[in-house]
């Protein structure tokens, strides 16, 4: 079975230029969560949808960050315009149900740097 | 605001020892503390998990410890493998805020041959 489908896996940028990551979930799934991991802060989630409907943004930096949902089988993360401070591993996940108890299943990543 | 503390930040272990890391949490409401595993170049992975209204819970190798007054838990490792060797994160949820994990900062364990 195919796990969660991430692209780019890696992502080299200046600063300025607009990022866009791509998850696909896994079939089925109807939550999608979008992660940031550095040395400095850990793993952070950013923002997450269930059934394509945003439910909680409050981990999302600033307005340079925005995510889409189209369709159950999409979802995009983009940054405009780019910092190096953005530099950082981005998961996506996704998971069965809504709340804390369905497994959350993690994409293996996409590395952004931004110099 | 960091609400899960783990400890320690880096641990080395011989094969076959047990390998224990900690974690506390401020929030009481936390009602679900997940382990997840982490492999260089991958994605987490759920490793086990468990509700307040246990004090343990143990999946093969692998226990989780609760302290509910202490605001604390822990995960061990028996007989420690070197392909256990990975970052390891606990995280706190609760149920009324939906989804969200709050993740601790990560051990990193290297179980040495």
């Known amino acids: 079975d195919a796990g969660v489908i991430q692209s780019p896996r890696h992502e080299v940028t200046e600063m300025g230029q607009e990022v866009t990551l791509r998850c696909k979930p896994i079939?089925?799934?109807?939550?999608l969560f979008w992660y940031r991991q550095t040395m400095m802060r850990g793993l952070e989630l950013l923002i997450y949808?269930?059934?394509?409907?945003?439910?909680?943004d409050s981990g999302m930096p600033e307005d340079r960050f925005s995510a889409k949902m189209p369709n159950a089988s999409f979802s995009t993360l983009k940054i405009q315009p780019s910092e190096p401070r953005d530099s950082a591993v981005y998961f996506c996940?996704?998971?069965f149900g809504l709340g804390a108890a369905y497994e959350q299943y993690f994409g293996p990543g996409t590395r952004l740097t931004v110099t | 605001q960091q609400q899960v503390k783990q400890s320690p930040q880096s641990l080395i272990v011989q094969k076959g020892g047990i390998s224990i890391i900690n974690c506390a949490y401020e929030?009481?409401?936390?009602?679900?503390f997940p382990w997840y595993q982490q492999f260089p170049g991958k994605g987490p992975a759920l490793l086990i998990a468990?509700?307040?209204?246990?004090s343990e819970k143990k999946e093969g190798r692998f226990t989780i410890s609760f302290n509910k007054s202490a605001k604390q838990f822990s995960l061990h490792i028996m007989d420690s493998q070197p392909g256990d060797s990975a970052t390891y994160f606990c995280?706190?949820?609760?149920?009324?805020?939906?989804?969200?994990?709050?993740f601790g900062e990560g051990t990193q364990l290297t179980v040495n041959p």
């Open positions: 468990i509700r307040p209204d246990v």
């Open positions: 995280a706190a949820s609760e149920e009324t805020s939906g989804s969200r994990l709050t």
């Open positions: 949808f269930n059934n394509n409907v945003p439910i909680d």
């Open positions: 079939s089925g799934h109807n939550s």
């Open positions: 996940a996704s998971s």
């Open positions: 929030n009481t409401a936390f009602d679900y």
